[in-house]
Antibody, heavy 119, light 106 residues
Framework: QVQLQESGPGLVKPSETLSLKCSVS?????????GAWIRQPPGKGLEWIGS???????YYSPSLNSRVTISVDTSKNQFSLKLSSVTAADTAVYYC????????????WGQGTLVTVSS | DVQMTQSPSTLSASVGDRVTITCRAS??????LAWYQQTPGKAPKLLIY???SLESGVPSRFSGSGSGTEFSLSISSLQPEDFATYYC????????FGQGTKVEIK
């Protein structure tokens, strides 16, 4: 059974770096699963942050490109997200998601984790 | 950037109704469009990919159509569990979501 679980601090201070991990189970990323990060501010719509292939190739949203780093650790079966210089506008539920073979659309999603940016 | 515009923003309907949601892209995205369903507090669920391909396990009352810049999601006979928010997502040029359509009980 495919499962994804996001983890990381629920509170981040302004100007600091948001760091999240996505642990996957039920499959091996190295078998061809690509990852994605999507976020959703409270009460608002979905925003694609970026995607990564199982081999580590990445592409990011142009609006977030300068602040985002997505990585993959196949030995730990994890995807990771780093978002630097955060502001209150980065407060959101952050989802990791995956799909085998294609980059998108994601067909398996984690439950999401709320990250609040506040001092 | 490719902008995605959904309409309507809110749709009021009754159980058994046929409903249609539209999604318009600011430039051609061929058929690289997906539809998701989201209920409160839950992650989105993939319904349709490549504009008209039904994701495995999704009821056949859901269907998608369109190509280029105009797309639609239809639910043939609305069920109680279908009251939710629906999002389109383009994945032709990077990726962008529409703003969402809330389907509420009339």
């Amino acid at each position: 059974q495919v499962q994804l679980q996001e983890s990381g601090p629920g509170l981040v201070k302004p100007s600091e770096t948001l760091s999240l991990k996505c642990s996957v189970s039920g499959f091996s990323i190295s078998s061809g699963y690509n990852g994605a990060w999507i976020r959703q501010p409270p009460g608002k719509g979905l925003e694609w942050i970026g995607s990564i292939s199982h081999s580590g190739a990445t592409y990011y949203s142009p609006s977030l490109n300068s602040r985002v780093t997505i990585s993959v650790d196949t030995s730990k079966n994890q995807f990771s997200l780093k978002l630097s210089s955060v502001t209150a506008a980065d407060t959101a539920v952050y989802y990791c998601a995956t799909r085998k073979g294609a980059w998108l659309p994601a067909d398996y999603w984690g439950q999401g984790t709320l990250v609040t940016v506040s001092s | 950037d490719v902008q995605m515009t959904q309409s309507p923003s809110t749709l009021s309907a009754s159980v058994g109704d046929r409903v249609t949601i539209t999604c318009r892209a600011s430039q051609s995205i061929s058929s690289w469009l997906a539809w998701y369903q989201q209920t409160p507090g839950k992650a989105p669920k993939l319904l349709i990919y490549k504009a008209s391909s039904l994701e495995s396990g999704v009821p056949s009352r859901f269907s998608g159509s369109g190509s280029g810049t105009e797309f639609s999601l239809s639910i043939s006979s609305l069920q109680p569990e279908d009251f939710a928010t629906y999002y389109c997502q383009q994945y032709d040029s990077y990726s962008t979501f529409g703003q969402g359509t809330k389907v509420e009980i009339k």
